[in-house]
C-alpha cells in the first residue's frame, strides 16, 4: 500500500519537476513547482513527517510561491524565445554525468539497506519544537537574525533609485542635481553634480514619474 | 512491499538532477530561481528519508531551517530580480553579465 503511494507521488513529482524544466511560460514553472512541493508534501506524510508535511504546503506552496507568481505578474514576464543551442559543446559531459547518475541510483538502489525499525513519535509537532526550543536553541535565533536581514535587504533592493518620496515633483528640461540626491549609496553630503539631457532622464535618475509633472 | 530507504535516495537525486538541468539550461532569470527551489526540496527530501529511517528528529529539524533559509533566498532574490528588470529591461541571465546594477 504505501509502496503504490510511493510510486503515485514519485511519479507526479518527477513529472512535475521535468515541465518545471521543460515550459517556457515561467507561470507554468511555477504551477508545476507547487505540484512538486504538494507531491513531495504527501511523501513526506509516508515517511511519518505529518508537521513537516504541512509547513511544506504553508510555507513552500504557499507563502513562497505566492511571491514568485506575484512577481512573474508585476514584471509581465513573456515567453522564453527559442535560441540556438548554445550548450553544444556541453553534450559529452551531459551523458557521462547522466551516466554517473544512473549509477548512482542503481548503487543506491542495491546497497543501502533499511535500519531496523523502532516505534517512535520524531515526526510530531511536540518532539519537534522540544528540540527545536532546547537543544537547538542557537540555530532557531540565527535563523530570526537571518530573516530580519532578509526583510531589510528585500527592502533596500527593490526600493526605486531615488530618495525623494514618491509625491516629489519633476522640474521639467535639463538641469543638474547634487549626487547625494541620485545616488542612494552616496554620502548625504555629497554635493558633485550629475548632469542630465532632458526631463525623461532626470526622472529617471530620480525615481519620480514623469507623468505627475505632466499632470500639474 | 514497504518502500525502502534507497528508494527514496533514488528520487532525492533525481530531482536534484533535474533541478541542475533546469538552473543550466534555463535563461530566464525566475525560472532557474524555480529549479534551486527545486534542488533545495529535493535535499529537504533526502532529510525526512533519514530522520524518518534512522529515527532522528534532527533531520526534521533541519529541514525546517532550510526552509526558512528558503524563504529568505526567495525575499532577496525576487527583490534581485526586480531590481535588475528594472535596470535591463529583461530578464535574461545572459543580458545581466556585468555584477553592477
Redesign the interface.
Request: a neutral charge.
Given at each position: 500500500m504505501?509502496?503504490l503511494l510511493?510510486i503515485l507521488f514519485?511519479g507526479m513529482?518527477?513529472g512535475c519537476?521535468?515541465a518545471?524544466?521543460a515550459q517556457r511560460n515561467?507561470l507554468y514553472?511555477?504551477i508545476a513547482?507547487i505540484g512538486?512541493?504538494i507531491s513531495?508534501a504527501c511523501?513526506?506524510v509516508?515517511?511519518?513527517?505529518p508537521?513537516?508535511a504541512a509547513?511544506?504546503v504553508i510555507?513552500?506552496a504557499g507563502?513562497?510561491m505566492v511571491?514568485?507568481v506575484f512577481?512573474?505578474m508585476?514584471?509581465n514576464?513573456e515567453h522564453?524565445e527559442r535560441?540556438r543551442n548554445r550548450?553544444k559543446f556541453?553534450v559529452p559531459a551531459a551523458v557521462v554525468l547522466?551516466a554517473v547518475?544512473i549509477a548512482?541510483?542503481a548503487f543506491?538502489?542495491?546497497?543501502?539497506?533499511?535500519?531496523p525499525p523502532?516505534v517512535?513519535n520524531?515526526?510530531l509537532t511536540g518532539?519537534?519544537g522540544a528540540?527545536?526550543f532546547t537543544r537547538?536553541l542557537l540555530?532557531?535565533e540565527i535563523?530570526s537574525i537571518?530573516?530580519l536581514?532578509?526583510?531589510v535587504?528585500?527592502?533596500?533592493?527593490?526600493r526605486?533609485g531615488g530618495l525623494l518620496s514618491s509625491d516629489a515633483r519633476l522640474i521639467p528640461g535639463v538641469q543638474q542635481l547634487p549626487l547625494s540626491m541620485v545616488d542612494p549609496r552616496a554620502a548625504p553630503d555629497d554635493l558633485r553634480l550629475v548632469e542630465t539631457d532632458s526631463s525623461e532622464e532626470a526622472a529617471r535618475l530620480l525615481g519620480v514619474d514623469p507623468r505627475d509633472t505632466e499632470r500639474d | 512491499?514497504?518502500?525502502?530507504?534507497?528508494?527514496?535516495?533514488?528520487?532525492s537525486?533525481?530531482?536534484f538532477?533535474?533541478?541542475v538541468?533546469?538552473v543550466?539550461?534555463?535563461?530566464?532569470v525566475?525560472?532557474m530561481?524555480?529549479?534551486i527551489?527545486?534542488m533545495l526540496?529535493a535535499v529537504?527530501?533526502t532529510f525526512?528519508?533519514f530522520?524518518?529511517?534512522?529515527?532522528?528528529?534532527?533531520g526534521?529539524?533541519f529541514?525546517?531551517?532550510v526552509?526558512?533559509?528558503?524563504?529568505?533566498?526567495?525575499?532577496?532574490g525576487?527583490?534581485?530580480?526586480?531590481?535588475i528588470?528594472?535596470n535591463r529591461e529583461s530578464?535574461d541571465v545572459d543580458e545581466a553579465s556585468i555584477l553592477k546594477l
Open positions: 504505501l509502496a510511493f514519485a513529482a518527477i519537476a521535468l518545471v524544466v515561467p514553472n511555477a513547482l512538486v512541493f513531495l511523501l513526506y509516508t515517511l511519518a513527517a508537521f513537516i509547513v511544506q510555507v513552500y507563502a513562497i511571491l514568485v512577481v512573474i508585476l514584471l514576464v522564453e535560441r550548450l556541453l547522466a547518475l548512482e541510483v543506491m538502489l542495491v546497497s543501502v539497506t533499511n535500519p523502532a517512535s520524531i515526526g518532539s519537534i528540540q527545536l537547538y540555530p532557531f535563523t537571518l530573516l536581514m532578509a526583510i535587504g528585500a527592502m533596500t533592493l527593490a526605486r | 512491499m514497504e518502500p525502502q530507504l534507497s528508494w527514496y535516495l533514488a528520487l537525486a533525481i530531482l538532477t533535474i533541478g538541468t533546469g543550466i539550461i534555463k535563461r530566464n525566475i525560472a530561481f524555480m529549479c527551489e527545486l526540496n529537504n527530501l525526512v528519508a530522520a524518518s529511517f534512522f529515527q532522528d528528529v534532527i526534521q529539524l529541514v525546517f531551517i526552509m526558512t533559509v528558503a524563504a529568505a533566498e526567495a525575499a532577496v525576487l527583490g534581485i530580480i526586480i531590481a528588470f528594472r530578464l
